[in-house]
């Protein structure tokens, strides 16, 4: 399955950017200068984790006013979620893991959807049904690059956004990988950076992490 983006040239979430930040929005006034910084920087798809109260919130104004913006929904783990985050605005569904009604909910919502895997089993399941574009969670801990790796050969046509204790430094190693078609993290978004409402900081780191990866389409559909 692919997951084509409305209204984007991308062919998918995972084309639009190497780095899709995860975002974590402790106070709703933060989430729009904070998306726009990130959309300057060159990041413009941005999973906001539903782990705060404020989180529909702030996809919902991310959605309403950054026009640049690709905002998503992460942590997504029933169907009741799926169907709010969609109805706020998200463009995009990233889970953690995937049971076959969370998949279910995913599909039927008509939006792209990163169902999350950690061993071959799940790939190869979720290849069964159809869908070829996943997050690979917890990356690190899961068995990193290394892992990715022995999959490509014997599951080629499994695509992956590697999110889990990826850095700056590890970033490019997986985005060399032939399934990695981008790495989800939240390196560009120092905590002390975001209390302070240091948006120019966060532009400047996003820009660096927007220059990690080599080939694929930006969201302006050149190569990047």
């Known amino acids: 399955m692919s997951s084509p983006l409305p209204s984007s040239p991308a062919a998918s979430v995972l084309d639009l950017a190497p780095v899709v930040p995860v975002v974590v929005v402790d106070d709703l006034a933060d989430a729009v200068p904070l998306a726009r910084a990130l959309v300057a920087g060159g990041l413009p798809a941005i999973e906001v984790t539903l782990r705060t109260p404020v989180a529909l919130d702030a996809i919902r104004a991310i959605a309403g006013e950054v026009p640049g913006a690709v905002v998503g929904a992460g942590t997504v783990v029933t169907a009741e979620q799926v169907a709010e985050v969609v109805a706020a605005g998200a463009r995009f569904l990233v889970s953690p893991g995937w049971t076959e009604a969370l998949l279910e909910a995913m599909r039927a919502s008509g939006v792209p959807f990163l169902p999350g895997v950690s061993t071959t089993s799940e790939v190869v399941a979720l ?98």
Do not use: H
């Open 127 to 224: 290849l069964e049904r159809g869908v070829r574009e996943m997050k690979f969670f917890p990356a690190e801990a899961a068995g990193g690059t290394a892992y990715l790796k022995a999959l490509a050969a014997p599951l080629p046509q499994a695509r992956f956004c590697p999110t889990g204790g990826i850095s700056p430094a590890s970033a490019p190693e997986y985005l060399a990988l032939p399934n990695v078609g981008c790495v989800g993290g939240s390196w560009m978004l120092p905590k002390d950076a975001v209390a302070g409402r240091d948006w120019g900081r966060v532009e400047a780191l996003a820009r660096e992490a927007a220059a990690l990866g080599a080939g694929g389409l930006s969201a302006g559909g050149t190569s990047r």
